[in-house]
């Protein structure tokens, strides 16, 4: 994910993608995997990232 996230950001004019508008998420191991960007941009002094999660259960 983070070799996605670098070469999104190495591309963003091309892409036409607002910068401070970008989100990540995920449910079950993309949760975990989210959470794990997330944390790992924020140790590296980089994007500021919001996570929002939501628990479901079946019903």
Same mark, same amino acid.
Not at 41 to 59: F, I, M, N
């Given at each position: 994910?983070?070799?996605?996230?670098?070469?999104?950001?190495?591309?963003?004019?091309?892409?036409?993608?607002?910068?401070?508008?970008?989100?990540?998420?995920?449910?079950?191991?993309?949760g975990g &995997?989210a959470?794990g960007?997330?944390?790992r &941009?924020?140790?590296?002094?980089?994007?500021?990232?919001? &996570?929002?999660?939501?628990?479901?259960?079946?019903?």
């Open positions: 994910m983070h070799a996605a996230w670098q070469r999104m950001h190495a591309h963003i004019a091309e892409l036409r993608i607002a910068a401070g508008w970008i989100a990540i998420g995920g449910v079950s191991a993309g &995997l959470a960007l997330a944390q &941009l924020h140790d590296e002094g980089g994007a500021h990232t919001w &996570l929002a999660g939501a628990h479901t259960s079946p019903a």
